[in-house]
């Protein structure tokens, strides 16, 4: 498991947890590139930054559990679990009360102890069914 020193570990307890968004500049390299930028987002520190502080916006409980990390060279695969409850608008979609459980794999690149690339994937289909968005079915 990675330590206190590693930005990841940070990413997830500082920023995500406890909300300390001033670690964003702190642990994202010049030139940092999003692979998956969500919603149309920025591919750099600036679209994480709105990502983020969106989310906690409209998820102020939520919370992410590291399940488990490998580490290869300079990647870093963590799988996640994160929890929360909708009770702002997020990203057009109004605030449901609801409750949500999705998991996600992030596969960071880091060098020189700063995240530079970003790739992964989570279960925003879920998260949007959970929180009211899109129907849990279709037809």
């Known amino acids: 498991m990675f330590n206190e020193d590693n930005p990841l570990y940070r990413f997830y307890h500082e920023v995500i947890n406890q909300k300390k968004f001033e670690v964003l500049g702190q642990i994202y390299a010049p030139g940092y590139v999003n692979r998956i930028a969500p919603f149309g987002l920025d591919s750099g520190v600036d679209g994480v930054e709105r990502l983020i502080r969106e989310q906690a916006a409209a998820f102020p409980d939520w919370h992410i559990k590291v399940d488990y990390v490998i580490e290869h060279g300079d990647k870093t695969i963590v799988k996640w679990t ?28 880091i060098v020189d102890g700063k995240i530079t690339e970003h790739d992964g994937a989570e279960d925003m289909l879920s998260l949007l069914q959970q929180i009211g968005a899109v129907p849990l079915t279709f037809g």
């Open 82 to 109: 994160l929890t929360g409850t909708q009770t702002g608008e997020y990203f057009g979609y109004p605030p449901s009360g609801r409750a949500f459980e999705i998991s996600g794999v992030d596969i960071e690149t």
